[in-house]
C-alpha cells in the first residue's frame, strides 16, 4: 500500500501539475481496467485452489452456503464475547463516530490560503504514504509484541498532540 500510495502521488502531482484533469482521470480509469482484469484472472486461481482445498477436507465439502454462512456468524459471535475483542471494536466505532473530518478544509486551506501547488500537495501524500511504509516496519520490529490497548493509547496521545499542532499551523501562529 505504501509503495503503490507513493507511486500513485508522484503521478498525481506529475500529472496535475503539467497536464489537463482529464489525462488524470483517463489514467485513473485504466488502472481500474487492470484491476479488473487482474480479478477476473483471479477466479481461475482460485477455482483451482479451491479443488485442492476440497480434496483436502471432505467434511466441507458436503456444506452448504447457508451452513458456512452460520458457522461463520457464530465464530464471530463468539469473539465478540471475549472483552478485548468487543471493548477494542467499541472503541475504534466511537472514535470514528466523534471525529470530525476536515479533508475538504484542509485541502481549501493548503491550496488557498498557504498557496501550495498541486505538486507540492501530492507530495505531502508520497511523505505520508512514506511515512505509512515506515511505520509498518517500525511496528513489526518493535510494537507487535505490544497490548493493543497500550498501542491504542499511545495513539491517542499522538492524535492529541497531531491535532494541537493542526490547530497551531491553522491559527498561523508559526508564523
Not at 45 to 61: F, G, P, R, T, V
Not at 76 to 91: G, S
Not at 131 to 146: Q, R
Amino acid at each position: 500500500m505504501g509503495a503503490g500510495g507513493m507511486t500513485g502521488s508522484l503521478a498525481a502531482g506529475f500529472l496535475t501539475e503539467n497536464y489537463h484533469p482529464k489525462w488524470s482521470f483517463l489514467l485513473y480509469s485504466l488502472y481500474g481496467m487492470i484491476v479488473v482484469l487482474l480479478g477476473l484472472n483471479l477466479d481461475k486461481e482460485a477455482e483451482e485452489d479451491d479443488e485442492e482445498e476440497q480434496q483436502k477436507d471432505s467434511k466441507q465439502l458436503n456444506r452448504t452456503f447457508k451452513e458456512e454462512f452460520m458457522v461463520s456468524i457464530n465464530e464471530i459471535v463468539e469473539a465478540l464475547k471475549m472483552p478485548e475483542i468487543y471493548l477494542t471494536l467499541l472503541f475504534y466505532v466511537i472514535s470514528s463516530v466523534t471525529q470530525p473530518g476536515f479533508g475538504t478544509y484542509s485541502y481549501y486551506f493548503q491550496m488557498e490560503v498557504i498557496k501550495f501547488s498541486k505538486f507540492q500537495y501530492a507530495m505531502f501524500g508520497v511523505l505520508g504514504y512514506a511515512s505509512l511504509s515506515l511505520g509498518t516496519a517500525y511496528f513489526n520490529m518493535y510494537l507487535k509484541d505490544y497490548e493493543v490497548r497500550t498501542l491504542i493509547r499511545w495513539a491517542v496521545l499522538l492524535d492529541i498532540f497531531g491535532c494541537a499542532m493542526n490547530y497551531c499551523f491553522a491559527k498561523r501562529w508559526n508564523l
